[in-house]
């Protein structure tokens, strides 16, 4: 007697698949099948639209091109806000050699802040980006948290290599220790300069300089990684939904490939100059510290690690994760949690500041 299935019955069987479409290496590695992504639902509608527009930007090639000012093209709008927005007394100048440009409040600095200075170093690879990064990052910090904020052109690549950035931050914070006092000096950067905040605590330990009252690693880590990325898994989970490249090819064998970065060229990973979260003994001697990152920036890993190296190395620190946001996302101040995140550092440093 044979057996009749009914037609849907059939379809069914035949639609399933034979397998999971996820594969498992030996070695753990996840072979993931094209996906889609919503945005989070946890953005407002403001920063919906921004990381719909950035995705955008990310595929177009003229939008990233530099111009002679140092300002991307898609960054424009982000200048022309933030000047909008921070009513400040922007002047041109030059610390121990080094060009700087200091912001202050139109209103003045608040009294609480007047024996104290933030200084900033700002983004860009190690390779450019000023003053364009320099001023997202100084102007809302200066002009709604009361401060004085100095950013500086320290040298980068091509023309320079590691350690020169930080030189050039030790030769300043010299130079800013003559007038204050180092717990009342607070130093931030975003992307490579958040990279460097935490090389110049490095430096000033090496330097025998005091440390500043508070650090701001901002859009970065304190890890490097030969071959792509600075290790982790941020790099390959968010190259696609974080800034609309191709999937990350797998790591170089081990030992193998260079570093992410023109201006970290031949230096060795594991230093603890370069990359201070390899170093726990440093790490103990670090100032308070604020990490800020996003679940989309490439740099989630490195941010996270180092936080919690930091805290496992008896140091103070701080992180804060932006859902469904990515690299340098409050270079926007028109966004909702980009102000959330300015709050965030002027609290930071109100608070830490002075102690």
Known sequence: MALVLPATALAQAEEKPDANPVQIDADG??????MSVPVSSFLTDEAKKYLTQHLHN????????????????????????AKAMFPLVREETTIAG???ISYTPTQ???????ERILLNLHGGGFGGCYPGCAELESMPIASLGGYKVITIDYRQAPEHRFP?????????????LKT?????????????????????????????????GAAGVFCAGMTLEKGPGFGGDAHYMTAAVGEANPPAEPPP???????????????????????????????????????ITGTRAFELSSAVYSHGQMIKAGAEADLHVWDGLFHGFFY???????????????DFFDEKLGQ
């Not at 006092?181 to 005091?210: H, N, R, T």
């Not at 926007?332 to 002027?346: L, R, T």
């Open 29 to 34: 590695t996840v072979h993931v099948p094209a």
């Open 58 to 81: 990310m595929q177009d090639r003229e939008s990233k091109t530099l111009p002679e000012n140092g300002v991307p093209f898609f960054m424009k709008p982000y200048m022309a806000s």
């Open 98 to 100: 080094v060009p700087a």
């Open 108 to 114: 003045g600095v608040k009294p609480q802040n007047q």
């Open 164 to 176: 020169a950035a930080s030189e050039d931050v030790a030769s300043v914070y010299r130079e800013l």
């Open 180 to 212: 204050y006092k180092p717990a009342d000096i607070g130093i931030y950067g975003c992307s490579a300069g958040g990279m460097l905040v935490g090389m110049a605590m490095a430096w000033f330990d090496k330097e025998g300089l005091p440390m500043p």
């Open 253 to 291: 064998p081990l030992g193998k490939g260079l570093p992410p970065l023109q201006y970290l060229e031949n230096v060795d990973v594991k230093d603890p100059l370069a990359a201070p979260a390899n170093s726990p003994e440093l790490l103990a001697k670090f100032p308070p510290t604020l990490f």
């Open 332 to 346: 926007n101040p028109a966004v909702p949690e980009s102000q959330d995140a300015y709050k965030v550092i002027i």
